[in-house]
């Protein structure tokens, strides 16, 4: 009878932990923040600035996309962290020995993984221990390098227009 009910246990933590998941799905309908766009085109175009103000402004947007994309994979970072230190003895959170921590020390340690492993950087520092981590880890290594070509090719556009537009005015 004691198997049945370990079995019973892990599958009822399964759910568990499934619908902790759909959960923190919901908080992505946060989503509609992308909504900032159409606010930056209608600012843009009721300022009219000049091409230079204009791609420091690209520069500004593009930066926020990027620190808005690392604050979502910080926050999943520390949601995985959690849910993992539940079924496994030692997550990234307890093997760095921060799951007592303040909210501030854990919010900085989640974002410092985060951006390191979205630039490529990833000095290993913090590193993904169980194998949800890793499943999350490689998700965000994966999403991070979309978000790197598409980095690349904004800098580009705005770098391209903004020597087009000096050239014309010559």
Known sequence: ALPICKQGLSTATGIVRLLRFFKFIKFLRLIRVLKLKNIFVKLENYIN??????????????????????????????????????????????????????????????????????????????VPITPGEKIMAICTMLVASAVFAYTMNRINMLLSGLESSSNFAR
């Open 49 to 126: 600035l000049s091409d230079t103000v204009m791609t420091i402004v690209g520069f500004f947007k593009l930066s926020v996309i990027i620190l808005f994309i690392s604050h979502w994979f910080a926050c999943i970072w520390y949601f995985v962290g959690v849910s993992e230190s539940e079924v496994h003895p030692e997550s990234w959170l307890t093997h760095y020995e921060i799951q007592n921590e303040g909210v501030l020390v854990k919010y900085i340690s989640s974002i410092y993984w985060a951006i390191t492993t979205m630039i490529t950087v990833g000095y290993g520092d913090i």
